[in-house]
């Protein structure tokens, strides 16, 4: 059963006058984050309207009306409008209020505590998605106060629920709320600054344009059982499915360069260093039959970029037996693949079921089509504004598409017409960018200030 919306709020209110206590406009960005880590949505539970009433006191201070909608209680979702001419179709800005939980004894700080140390800022939620949440609600503000006329609304949406499937979030305000699917382009998370390790220079600027799909596969075998004091001569499911896992496990899938892959992979090989440089180059040569040993340089360089040149498929659970003097009677494997988003699901499951070669085992897969369209990645407004910002922020990085490995909401998005692309506004090192979602979740003090600048130049340009 469906929840009824409980919209708890509308706030429409004028500048406040509390408005002069705030802290000076270098340190907004460090002052809102540190309020938004400070309200624990862990989800599960969320309780993202923590986190939007504090979003929503800080538009409201600059005169900036926001709409709490919770689909049920304590899932807050915050929508916003800054209205332009009408001139150009909307731009859907989003970031999600929720993180992934945090265990306090695995963390060196507190997590619901914004905390410097050696340069860097730690708090659960500050990459994944806090931060994003807080340079785009400034500037909002700054727009709101430069005033004049904006060629595009600006639809900001603060969401609920994005670790946990997003029922209490996007999806549902995809079903409520059909003025989100008025917007022609949309800023998600999901892209990729890089910072080199050194913290000296930042390499690149990654716009994501299209990403991965997620789908199971289960192998199962079943047999007779019995006492383990006196085996049977064929081996039992537990023996056959782990020969099976093995043999999947080894698989490799042919490498194949999506356009934002193909592009991304142009855009690395000019600078990358060394050996990585070397693999990307000859891959470049040759995109349309990229060679296999750089390829698989790649992945042993660059795993995450490696991961986006084929499909790939990863054993992960396991599950035989319960007591040691008993052999199982039956075995399950899952393997978590991740297809490119123009695969062939029924190709892929046929390669799984020739490695598996056991008529025994069953290979359950889903192979309907992928239904994760990609954005477009040649010349557009979007990536003109982005190119625009990133000159006067990062003057010397690139600005070119990605493809992620993992999954973000932009999915959705895209499924319903809206060109959405993934940024990262904090320049991160890998070491940095691996604490997401992992204790000690850091950015570089350094890296903030210029991710607050690069999406308030990147909407103010696409606003023209
Ligand atoms: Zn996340």
Not at 1 to 25: E, K, Y
Not at 244 to 249: Q, S, Y
Request: hydrophobic share 40%.
């Amino acid at each position: 059963m469906r929840l009824l919306p409980l919209v708890i709020a509308l706030f429409a209110l004028g500048p406040s006058h509390a408005a002069s206590s705030r802290p000076a406009p270098k340190d907004e960005l460090r002052t809102l984050l540190a309020e938004l880590v400070a309200a624990d949505t862990s989800n599960p539970p969320g309780n993202e309207t923590a986190a939007a009433q504090v979003a929503a006191k800080w538009l409201r201070e600059a005169g900036i009306e926001s709409e709490l909608i919770e689909p049920s209680p304590g899932r807050g979702n915050l929508l916003v409008r800054l209205k332009g001419s009408g001139k150009g179709r909307p731009v859907l800005v989003l970031a999600h209020l929720d993180t992934v939980p945090a265990v306090k004894t695995e963390w060196a700080t507190d997590p619901w505590r914004l905390t410097e140390k050696d340069g860097l800022l730690y708090g659960r939620g500050v990459q994944d998605n806090k931060g994003m949440a807080a340079a785009s609600i400034l500037a909002l503000r700054r727009l709101k106060q430069e005033g004049g006329t904006r060629s595009r609304d600006i639809l900001l949406y603060l969401g609920a629920d994005e670790e946990v499937g997003s029922g209490q979030g996007l999806d549902w305000m995809m079903e409520h709320r059909p003025e989100l699917k008025e917007a022609e382009f949309a800023l998600n998370e999901g892209g990729l600054t890089e910072l080199s390790p050194d913290r000296k220079e930042v390499r690149f600027v990654a716009l994501q344009a299209a990403e991965r799909v997620s789908r199971n596969v289960t192998l199962k075998a079943a047999g007779p059982g019995g006492h383990s004091s006196a085996p049977p001569v064929d081996a039992g499911p537990l023996v056959r499915v782990a020969a099976a896992v093995a043999r999947v496990g080894a698989l490799t899938f042919p490498a194949h360069l999506t356009p934002a892959a193909r592009l991304h992979v142009q855009g690395r090989a000019q600078a990358a260093p060394g050996e990585l440089g070397e693999a990307l180059r000859r891959i470049a040569a040759s995109p349309d039959a990229p060679p296999e040993d750089a390829v698989t340089a790649v992945a042993r360089l660059d795993p995450a970029l490696g991961a986006v040149l084929r499909t790939t498929c990863v054993p992960t659970v396991f599950k035989a037996g319960t007591k040691s003097n008993v052999i199982p009677a039956t075995a399950e494997a899952t393997v978590n693949c991740r297809l490119l988003p123009d695969a062939d699901p029924k190709a892929v499951r046929e390669r799984i079921v020739a490695a598996v070669n056991d008529p025994d085992i069953q290979v359950e897969m889903d192979v309907s089509p992928p239904d994760s369209p990609m954005s477009p990645v040649g010349d557009n407004a979007m990536f003109r504004a982005v190119k625009a910002a990133a000159a006067k922020v990062w003057p010397k990085a690139p600005v070119i598409p990605r493809m992620s490995t993992g999954t973000t909401e932009s999915a959705t998005l895209r499924r319903s017409g809206i060109h959405a692309y993934g940024i990262d506004l904090f320049a991160l090192t890998p070491d940095d960018a691996r604490t997401a979602h992992a204790p000690n979740e850091r950015v570089p003090v350094a890296s903030l200030q210029p991710g607050a600048e690069f999406v308030y130049l990147t909407l103010k340009h696409l606003t023209r």
